[in-house]
T-cell receptor
Framework: QQQVKQSPQSLIVQKGGISIINCAYENTAFDYFPWYQQFPGKGPALLIAIRPDVSEKKEGRFTISFNKSAKQFSLHIMDSQPGDSATYFC???????????FGQGTTLQVKP | NAGVMQNPRHLVRRRGQEARLRCSPMKGHSHVYWYRQLPEEGLKFMVYLQKENIIDESGMPKERFSAEFPKEGPSILRIQQVVRGDSAAYFC???????????????FGSGTRLTVV
């Protein structure tokens, strides 16, 4: 019930291509869905986030698509660059504590 | 603003020793969260604290682990009698307050990597 399932585990994309990472959840009480980017040896950094009353949110090259009925959301990275190579985590939270449930992570490699 | 500061960055402990991890939140932040990241896994919530109060410790192991966030000073995550399975990266995050917009959008530190030998 509290899980967030993320796929794929790893992804290799050519420079300029589109990177797509998918997440699915079960708990319909989740009301906040952020994506975090983590570089080796660093802490996760908030990339973009969405609430379930919105189906899509775009910030620069990063877009979240949200399907409330399917309980799925995805991150699209347009025009992927080598500097985007990192581990990406989706997450979800509900209630008043701000506690985040993270997906297992996707390691993205963008080849020049 | 120096961000969320965690120290030490790396900590090596022998089995049975105590590990003490420190987290100084961003200036003005009164909410602190601790997460644990095992190798090749996502982050797992451990505990949520406000100044002098533990709000949610549902992710903390029942034994050997404790956390505090005193009125003055950093938040401390303490692991007593460490075992090899405690080896992980421990991340602290802070936020200024809880609002509908900011919920979950807090700032992480760079983590403490604990190795138990």
């Amino acid at each position: 019930q509290q899980q967030v399932k993320q796929s794929p585990q790893s992804l290799i994309v050519q420079k300029g291509g589109i990177s797509i990472i998918n997440c699915a959840y079960e708990n319909t009480a989740f009301d906040y869905f952020p994506w975090y980017q983590q570089f080796p040896g660093k802490g996760p950094a908030l990339l973009i986030a969405i609430r379930p009353d919105v189906s899509e949110k775009k910030e620069g090259r990063f877009t979240i698509s949200f399907n409330k009925s399917a309980k799925q959301f995805s991150l699209h990275i347009m025009d992927s660059q080598p500097g985007d190579s990192a581990t990406y985590f989706c997450a979800a939270s509900s209630g008043n504590t701000g506690k985040l449930i993270f997906g297992q992570g996707t390691t993205l490699q963008v080849k020049p | 603003n120096a961000g969320v500061m965690q120290n030490p960055r790396h900590l090596v402990r022998r089995r049975g020793q105590e590990a003490r991890l420190r987290c100084s939140p961003m200036k003005g932040h009164s909410h602190v969260y601790w997460y644990r990241q095992l190798p090749e896994e996502g982050l797992k919530f451990m505990v949520y604290l406000q100044k002098e109060n533990i709000i949610d410790e549902s992710g903390m192991p029942k034994e050997r682990f404790s956390a505090e966030f005193p009125k003055e000073g950093p938040s401390i995550l303490r692991i007593q009698q460490v075992v090899r399975g405690d080896s992980a990266a421990y991340f602290c995050a802070s936020s200024p307050r809880l609002t509908g917009i900011n919920l979950g959008g807090y700032t992480f530190g760079s983590g403490t990597r604990l190795t138990v030998v």
